[in-house]
């Protein structure tokens, strides 16, 4: 019997090259991004205690269809992250680091998603957070962040939406007005909204049915039921925006699927992706979270960018391509001793990229894999050249002549031609 095969299950991809070049740029421009802003960098558990994501909210899809949870051989109970925010408030409240704490990070996130374009069960996300401090200057900080991490791709279709979710003293008046309006609908709200209206009113305003669209329209707004604290932080923040010449558009509407969020919350979103999952990030502040998972009463703002979708909106506008000429020089060497072997690991040692062939292949099939690799320059050594103890250099990619060079010449050449 055949021995059976295995596909990548559904919701997770295998990324290759050039993607994974990709992304590893992709992080490399966020972590300098991060860095210049005094951030540093944290890699929590891609696991953790079940309990320190329920915070997130049991109402949320994110906790409550999404999580992967599983029992591990010592009882515990246990989930596969599905964002970093919850862990690195947990490592917080263990670690006590001197505040304001700025701690940025990369890596998968995992949730039981429908998956789609855009949508998978492992993806991966950047993000900073600051815990600490409730400066409003700080949430304009790290939304300018990621803006201009999104301009450094070459992104000019990410929309910036901002809105508050005002304090939790605020919410109270607020969702009994949500409550009041959504319950005098009646049967006109869709079934899913009437069961979302028993356990989280304010999510019922992020609901995508038609059916509920006008009543959702003429819902009370949360401006009208801010603390005077916490409307002119939001000004700040706008204010602040302005000054530095980031355009949004407040969305009082913005309701975030996690349930952690007080004041300001944001959302980047891609006009260029031509798909439904067009956020391609998001974030704001959690001034309860830290407090919720046993620490302190210190409040946190933060964001996170979702990698795989950044990716595609960078496709959609052809931005941020991979970079290509992977290789400087690939050695073909027909003298059937050790030539290449040496060779490659000569233009290695010296700062420059080299591949060759293998397996005792014929000249014409060496050089038709030299000129496949996309190499600038072929070193070719037969015979006749190693017997002189030379090499023959020939540009595979300009109308420069090739050369015949001692081998001790080699690693300047190459700078010659590279150059
Ligand atoms: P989030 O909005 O759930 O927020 O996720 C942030 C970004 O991750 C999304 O905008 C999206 O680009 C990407 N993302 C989420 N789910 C998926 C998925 N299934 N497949 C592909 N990409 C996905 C958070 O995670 C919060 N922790 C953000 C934050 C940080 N808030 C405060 N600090």
Sequence with gaps: MAAPTFTATPGTRDLLNPTTSRMRELVETFADEATKAGFGQIVPPMFEDLDVFVRLGESTDVVSKELYAFTDAGERRLALRPEFTASVCRAYVQHRPTTPWKAWYAGPAFRQEKAQRGRYRQFDQVGAEVIGSHDPDLDTELIALAWRFYARLGLSQVRLVINTLGDKADR??????????????????????????????????????????????????????????????????????????????????????????????????????????????????????????????????????????????????????????????????????????????????????????????????????????????????GPDEAAADELVVRPLRSDAEQRRVATSDLVPALRGLLD
């Design 172 to 381: 109270p008046p607020f969702l009994d007005a949500l409550t009041a309006h959504f319950t005098a609908a009646g049967d006109a709200l869709s079934a899913e909204s009437r069961a979302t209206l028993e356990k989280n009113p304010l999510r019922v305003l992020d609901s995508k049915r038609e059916q509920d669209a006008e009543i959702i329209a003429t819902a009370p707004a949360l401006a009208d039921f801010l603390s005077d604290e916490a409307a002119a932080a939001f000004d700040r923040v706008q204010a602040g925006l302005r000054l530095l010449d980031v355009p949004f558009v407040v969305e009082p509407k913005l309701v975030r699927g996690l349930d952690y969020y007080t004041r300001t919350t944001f959302e980047f979103v891609s006009d260029a992706l031509q798909s439904a999952q067009n956020a391609v990030g998001g974030g704001g502040r959690y001034d309860g979270l830290v407090a919720d998972l046993g620490g302190p009463a210190d409040p946190g703002v933060g964001f996170a960018l979702g990698v795989d979708r950044t990716l595609l909106a960078c496709d959609d506008e052809g931005v941020f391509g991979a970079s290509d000429a992977e290789l400087d020089a690939f050695v073909v060497d027909t003298t059937g001793e050790f030539a290449a072997l040496r060779l490659v690991d000569t233009i290695r040692r010296a700062g420059l990229r080299a591949d060759r062939a293998y397996d005792g292949r014929s000249m014409k099939a060496q050089m038709k894999a030299a000129n496949r690799s996309g190499a600038s320059v072929a070193v070719i050594v």
